[in-house]
């Protein structure tokens, strides 16, 4: 077996959406990592294989954590091939076990993203085919080995994904609404506003209800990753079940309960509300997250809250008027019934901030699934 190049330096690459910059570090530390670097979009950091199999598990920020294997002047496709193919896929893979392969290239001769994909999966198959005349297959849903590969400036790096996937899918979003707020940005948005449970938190329109469960998760010290069934670092040659066994058992261990009446959400469509049901279920205490069906200007009032939320920004049925209106009415109903509550209000496309009628004490720029958002906080008296 050869020695890789996260064995040598025990060096891991954590990606976070963009915008979630600070949040990402102050988690990756509170985790344990160390000489935490910053890459682009991501953190270099140093750990353990204790506090990387925690990682993985815990993170409800970073959305890839990468073990690296190799690192090379990569100029074309050929010596892509050549260099992937020194090494040792069956480190990683064996003939029944499946694999798939993301892949990003910027500044650099080789251009294409897929095709570069194409190109390193060509050297496994290819391989295995010479060794065995056989080859594993590419399952893109469910691998059971996601390896990463990126080519900037013409430097390529190939890493095995060691959660497997996209961390921000937790597991628990089953039913499908539009706009849904991605996983990973709900959980920075909650870090951000330092909710500390002290204060009930609702969200009026809580659509599938992905701040609430990032909230109840958090509030519960929930594992982020406690609903996946594949991570990637299973298949790394030094993987230790035993140590792993134990980190999942503490960590699970360590989950509280969820008291009554600290997070409730409301929203307009009652569809959206019985999505929500349905993922809120997956959670120990679930039942403790009041859900109702409301318009929020039915709404008496929302005093001493932390109100943290994601209106409409116009990309379903909405005009653009409908939604100025909305948002504007939105604002009269914080600045009018919710005496002593902060407000957390992330828009989706940072113009119609100015559509509240209310001055942010406080703006983040966070980025999720192409659109550059905005989180502003309201302080309300
Ligand atoms: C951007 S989505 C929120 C998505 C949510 N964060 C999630 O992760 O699923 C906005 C939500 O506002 C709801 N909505 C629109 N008008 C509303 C109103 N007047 N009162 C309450 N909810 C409303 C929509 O039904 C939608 O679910």
């Known amino acids: 077996m050869s020695t890789y190049l996260y064995q040598e330096h025990r060096q891991f690459f954590a990606q976070h959406a963009g915008g979630a910059e600070e949040a990402a570090a102050a988690e990756l530390k509170e985790l344990g990592a160390h000489s935490i670097q910053q890459g682009h979009l991501g953190y270099y950091f140093k750990a353990d294989p204790e506090i990387l199999y925690r990682i993985v598990y815990m993170t409800r920020i970073s959305t890839r954590v990468l073990a690296?294997?190799?690192?090379?002047?990569?100029?074309?496709?050929?010596?892509?091939?050549?260099?992937?193919?020194?090494i040792d896929w069956t480190d990683f893979l064996t003939l029944t076990k499946?694999?798939?392969?993301?892949?990003?290239?910027?500044?650099?001769?080789?251009r294409n993203s897929n095709y570069a994909a194409q190109i390193l999966k060509d050297a496994i198959v290819d391989q295995f085919r010479e060794t065995y005349g056989e080859r594993p297959n590419v399952n893109t849903r469910f691998p059971d080995l996601q390896l990463n590969l990126y080519v900037h400036k013409n430097r390529a790096r190939i890493s095995v994904d060691l959660g497997g996937g996209s961390l921000h899918k937790r597991g628990y979003r089953t039913e499908r609404v539009a706009a849904p707020m991605q996983e990973n940005v709900a959980a920075t948005i909650l870090r951000l506003s330092e909710w500390d449970g002290n204060q009930p938190l609702f969200d009026p329109f809580c659509g599938s209800g992905t701040l609430l469960i990032e909230a109840a998760m958090k509030q519960t010290h929930l594992p982020a990753a406690r609903f996946r069934s594949k991570f990637g670092f299973l298949r790394l040659p030094d993987f230790d079940p035993t140590l792993w066994n134990q980190i999942k058992t503490d960590a699970n261990r360590a989950v509280i309960s969820l008291p009554e009446y600290q997070i409730s959400?409301?929203?307009?469509?009652?569809?959206?509300?019985?999505?929500?049901?349905?993922?809120?279920?997956?959670?120990?205490d679930g039942k403790n997250i009041h859900l109702q069906t409301q318009d929020f200007r039915s709404i008496e009032s929302l005093n001493?809250?932390?109100?943290?939320?994601?209106?409409p920004y116009g990309i379903r049925m909405e005009t653009p008027q409908q939604t100025a209106l909305l948002l504007k009415e939105f604002g009269d109903f914080l600045k009018q019934k919710c005496t002593g509550s902060t407000a957390f209000v992330y828009f989706g496309e940072p113009t119609l901030s100015k559509k509240l009628g209310l001055k942010p004490d406080q703006k983040w720029p966070l980025r999720t699934g192409g659109l550059e958002g905005i989180l502003c906080r309201y302080p309300l008296y």
């Open 68 to 86: 690296p294997l190799i690192h090379f002047d990569c100029h074309s496709s050929n010596y892509l091939y050549k260099t992937a193919q020194q």
């Open 98 to 110: 499946t694999f798939a392969i993301t892949a990003n290239t910027a500044d650099s001769q080789l």
């Open 265 to 284: 959400g409301s929203d307009i469509d009652a569809t959206a509300i019985q999505a929500a049901t349905t993922h809120l279920a997956m959670l120990p």
């Open 304 to 311: 001493h809250h932390c109100i943290i939320t994601n209106p």
